[in-house]
């Protein structure tokens, strides 16, 4: 058996950036438009007024105060409220492909390697911008691998964590020498703008992340995985329709639920308790007590989540030190969230140090990795 570590991370953030301000500003002039153009309806009691939203409550419900975005006009254009692409050639690198190839370059010059040491690479994100080719093999074409295999996986928030738990396994048993792990998330393209309940949760950033053998590193900085704990309990409570399948089922584009839905107080009050026991029962697992742990780079969806999660395991307040916090600048970037977290909040921690990476949210899944700095 060998040992897994992760040697290099990468960030790349989406170009343009939504201020809390800007984005209620558009919502509430579409809401203004639409209150217009329905008044009779309103009046009728057959539609309902749609309410403001306010800068006040997003922040002191989620935390969030901006989100970078792949593009910003069409999202804050109420008449539109959705990001403008313009749609790319077959032979261009599609925008998933492109973000993750950026992340990926910082990662494997972190953990100075090069493509040719790359003999699997894993796209894990919460969803694909088409069925096929996989992104994972159009990014080992554009990085220059020639050997080995890739693929993509979806398990939503939590597809980073279950995919560094695949390549930890591919470590041990010999099946791969070095894993590339990218995420991009362009949850701009699924999250309903046009809904004050959730438009403001989430963002686009794309991560990376390599894992390798503990004897082959050449990382100054390295990570050993200690061990993983995956979970997935049903829940129809966070979903999202939209799929291959919606134009056979002559569906509206604009029907709500081709877009992001949640039952957040739900998701809220059974994720929490869940997320907490999942960590404790991993560190109880591998010998270790949540007091012990120096780091917790948790799921980035709400602070309050993240608060509650932390005081169960602590038995205290957690601080920004204990769990720092990422989703004030980014927002929810569902499974790249708490390696964004990794990301920029390791580097101060010291050979020996112990940290949890931990993933919950649709599926419900939760993925937790206990790690170990060299
Ligand atoms: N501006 C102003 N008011 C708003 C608003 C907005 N943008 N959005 C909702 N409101 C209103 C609601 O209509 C509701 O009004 P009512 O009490 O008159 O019905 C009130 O504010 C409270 O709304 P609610 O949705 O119950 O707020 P909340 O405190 O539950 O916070 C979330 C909402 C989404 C931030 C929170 O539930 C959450 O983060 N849940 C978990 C999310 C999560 O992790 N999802 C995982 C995704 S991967």
């Known amino acids: 058996m060998h040992r897994a570590v992760i040697s290099g991370s990468g960030l790349y953030a989406a170009p343009d950036l939504i201020s ?22 309103i009046a009728g009691g057959e539609v309902a007024a749609l ?22 006009s069409g999202v804050l254009d109420p008449q539109r409220m959705r990001p403008r692409l313009t749609r790319r050639p077959d032979e261009a690198l599609s925008l998933q492909a492109e973000m993750a190839v950026a992340a990926a370059r910082e990662a494997l010059a972190n953990a100075g390697r090069t493509a040719a040491d790359i003999d699997l690479v894993i796209c894990a994100a919460s969803a694909m911008q088409r069925a096929f080719p996989a992104i994972a093999i159009e990014v080992q074409h554009a990085l220059g691998i020639a050997q080995g295999a890739a693929f993509d996986m979806d398990v939503a928030c939590s597809s980073a964590t279950f995919a560094l738990d695949l390549a930890r396994q591919n470590i041990l048993t010999g099946a791969a020498r070095a894993v590339l792990i990218v995420n991009p998330e362009v949850c701009s393209v699924g999250l309903a703008w046009k809904d004050r309940d959730c438009h403001f949760i989430f963002g686009d950033v794309a991560t990376a992340l390599v894992v390798e053998r503990a004897d082959e590193t050449r990382a100054d900085e390295r990570w050993e995985i200690l061990g993983a704990k995956l979970a997935t309990r049903y829940s129809n409570n966070i979903r999202s329709n939209q799929g291959f399948y919606s134009h056979c089922e002559d569906r509206d584009p604009d029907d709500r639920d081709q877009y992001f839905m949640q039952e957040g107080r739900k998701v809220f009050k059974e994720v929490c308790p869940m997320a907490a026991e999942h960590i404790a029962a991993h ?18 969806a709400n602070i309050a989540m993240n608060q509650l999660i932390g005081k169960r395991l602590l038995g205290r307040e957690a601080t920004a030190d204990d769990a720092p916090i990422i989703l004030d600048e980014f927002a929810n970037t569902a499974s790249a969230g708490s390696i964004v977290a990794f990301h920029q909040h390791r580097a101060d921690l010291q050979r020996g140090d112990h940290g949890v990476l931990c993933s919950f949210g649709a599926g419900y899944s939760i993925g937790s990795l206990v790690l170990r700095k060299l």
């Open 20 to 41: 809390n301000e800007e984005l209620v500003a558009a919502y509430n002039e579409y809401a203004r438009r639409f209150n217009a153009d329905n008044a009779e309806c």
């Open 51 to 72: 309410g403001p939203s306010s800068v006040e409550f997003i922040e002191k419900a989620s935390g969030i105060r901006q989100r970078r975005v792949v593009e910003k």
């Open 283 to 300: 560190l109880a697992d591998l010998g270790l007590q949540p007091a012990g742990v120096r780091r917790f780079w948790l799921h980035q």
